[in-house]
C-alpha cells in the first residue's frame, strides 16, 4: 500500500471550468489549488460561479479516478479494468463508496459543497458573497470547505471499511 500511496503522491491534475475561467490544481490527492482568469470572479454570479465549480470537481475527481487507475494497472503489470472485484466484500464495499454522502462547509458559511461517490458535486453560494468577500477571501473560504467535505467523506469511508472489510 506505501508504494501505491507514494506512485500517487506524484500525481499533480489540472483542469478548467467549461467557460474556461476557473482552473483548479489538485495534487498528491489532497492539495487543492484554484484560481481565477482576471477579472472573472467579480463577473459571475453565486449561482453561475456554483455551476462551474461544481462541473469543475467533477472533471477534477474523474481525472483522479482514472490516474489511480493508471497506478494500479502499473502495480498490476497488466491491464486492470474499473469495477473488477475479487471477492463478495470487495462488491460491497465499492457499492457503497459509489452511494457514499459527503458534506462540508466553509468556515465563513457562505459556501457549502457535497458529493455523492466524489463523482457528483453540488456547490451552493450564499446571496451577495461575490460582493462581499473579494477574490482571495472567497478562494480561502472554497479552500476550507473543500478540507470541510472531504473530511466528512474520509470519516464516512473509515465507517464504510470498517463495516465492510473488517466486518
Known sequence: MRIFSRLLDGISITVKSPDGKIECELSDGRNLIVGFAPGAYRRYS??????QLESVFTSLWEAHRRARLNVVRE????????GT???RRSREYTAAYRVLKAHG?????NIEVSTEGLTRWSVVI???????????A????LWSAFLSV???HRRRLMSIRRDIILG
Open 105 to 109: 462547509r466553509s468556515q465563513s458559511g
Open 126 to 136: 450564499k446571496p451577495n458573497t461575490i460582493r462581499q468577500m473579494g477574490e482571495e
Open 75 to 82: 502495480l498490476a503489470g497488466c491491464d486492470v479494468r474499473e
Open 150 to 152: 472531504m473530511t466528512d
Open 46 to 51: 453565486e449561482q453561475d460561479l456554483a455551476r
Open 85 to 87: 472485484q475479487i471477492s
Open 138 to 141: 472567497f478562494l480561502s473560504d
